[in-house]
């Protein structure tokens, strides 16, 4: 009996690994894309009076890569903290239409895991997830979700990190010009699931 338990267990920890390695693949392009992307934002965050330590908890407790730029923009230009507050809602608004979408999706996981992985959503993570929407009704599909997204944060955290690092030994235009490429690998990653939907 002790063997037949000792066999489940371990295949049910095998299931798990499986499912957070497929998710740390399915991550791993976001986390070349948001690499130079976060070293821009860095960057761009030190050039704007930031501290590196300011500009690395930005991407620890915010984690919207399109708002931390328009807040660095706007610290720059002197805007108050209650301007970026409101600025930064409405650009993020999208993402309560996407967390509704996205709750849809795995809506068969546990609740304690919803909200964990809802905070995690940016709009690559969102568009990765819908090309897997079917991991969701999968045993161990929330490892496979988490795994994505701790990819995608642990990218944008050290990106952060590495660009307020450099401070500024790259010029403005090159940091703002990066800043495009968020929009381009968000197109390049939402083309196919618009693809797949259609087919």
Excluded: C
């Excluded at 546990?110 to 690559?124: A, H, I, N, V, Y």
């Amino acid at each position: 009996m002790e063997n037949v338990e000792t066999a489940v267990n371990y295949s049910e920890e095998q299931t798990r690994y499986t499912a957070v390695k497929k998710g740390a693949v399915a991550g791993f392009p976001i986390f070349l894309g948001y690499l130079p992307i976060a070293i821009a934002y860095g960057v761009l965050a030190k050039q704007s009076g930031l501290s590196t330590f300011e500009t690395t908890m930005m991407s620890v407790l915010v984690f919207a890569g399109a708002a931390q730029f328009m807040a660095a923009n706007m610290i720059a230009q002197g805007a108050l903290f209650l301007q970026i507050v409101v600025a930064t809602f409405v650009l993020n608004f999208r993402h309560f239409v996407m967390s509704m979408s996205f709750m849809n999706k795995i809506r068969t996981l546990p609740l304690r895991w919803k909200f964990g992985l809802s905070l995690g959503l940016t709009d690559e993570t969102f568009a990765v997830s819908s090309l897997n929407g079917e991991e969701s009704k999968k045993q161990h599909g929330m490892y496979f979700f988490a795994s994505l997204i701790l990819v995608a944060y642990f990218s944008w955290v050290f990106g952060s990190f590495l660009g307020a690092i450099i401070g500024d030994a790259l010029p403005t235009t090159l940091s703002d010009s990066m800043g495009i490429a968020l929009y381009a690998m968000f197109i390049g990653l939402l083309v196919p699931s618009v693809k797949k939907s259609g087919e």
